[in-house]
């Protein structure tokens, strides 16, 4: 049996498919106060069907569900509405169950218990979700900084410093996708094109020198390390330019 928003609220709409109904009221009772619409669902097909029937604009979803579990009806929505953020709620922590997540398309991944003003903020973020934006030909814009793609230089108003050609193409990837968390595997294979080592120290080397080039030019934005999974960049406040 599917919830549906009540009250006076006009925000967005959140679906949330979670079938213990102890945590699924605790979540929209969090939401509604936060200002949002609030849709429950209680199982991966219901939560499934409303995700991509209705118009709701973020999914909160539990991995473990009867009948069809959040893997596969997250895989589904993403398949149909690619760019419909989907959070994963999950008790599982483990680094497989947090690829599996990913693998199914999943924007973010909470473990429980989470703490609610954390995941309110990631919702927030999720929706605010700032795209790049080609400024002409060549370039891509994130909060104030300006990536030349042919000049292989990042800029912003406080000035501009030349990236190596590695340096160059993971901070390339990070902004194809900002606030989406790139396994580690995946930014090996992608930048480096071989397989990762786990043993190896390139990337966090490569890692380290960006964010001390985005320090140095005063950058609005921050690659954020997933402790076990990877890294993505995500907007640090201020208005983009």
């Known amino acids: 049996m599917s919830g549906s928003a009540g009250g006076t609220e006009t925000g967005p709409t959140i679906l949330v498919v979670e079938d213990d109904p102890t945590i699924s009221d605790l979540l929209a009772y969090n939401l509604r106060r936060a200002g949002y619409v609030v849709r429950q669902e209680h199982t991966g ?22 009948g069809l579990d959040g893997v596969t009806a997250g895989r589904e929505i993403k398949r149909h509405k ?25 924007d973010d991944y909470v ?17 605010r979700g700032p795209a790049p934006a080609a400024a002409e030909p060549g370039q891509v814009r ?17 000035g501009a410093l030349s990236l190596k050609r590695k340096e160059h193409a993971l901070l390339e ?41 985005l320090a140095h ?7 954020e390390t997933v402790r076990g999974v990877g890294y993505r960049l995500v907007a640090t406040g201020g208005e983009p330019s």
């Open 45 to 66: 097909r219901t939560g499934l069907e409303a995700a991509l029937t209705e118009d709701v604009a973020l999914v909160l979803m539990d991995l473990m569900l009867p």
């Open 82 to 106: 690619p760019q419909l953020p989907l959070i994963m709620l999950t008790a599982r922590s483990g680094r497989t169950d947090v690829l599996e997540g990913f693998a199914a398309g999943a």
């Open 111 to 127: 473990t429980k218990p989470f703490d609610m003003d954390v995941l309110l903020a990631r919702i927030e973020a999720r929706l």
């Open 142 to 158: 994130f909060a104030n900084l300006v990536l030349d793609r042919n000049a292989h230089a990042l800029s912003s108003p406080s």
């Open 173 to 213: 990837l990070l902004l194809s996708a900002p606030g989406h968390l790139f396994p580690r595997e995946e930014i090996v294979e992608r930048v480096w094109h071989h397989r990762y080592l786990p043993g190896s120290r390139t990337l966090d080397v490569h890692v380290r020198r960006l964010r001390e080039k």
């Open 217 to 223: 030019l005063g950058a609005q934005a921050e690659i």
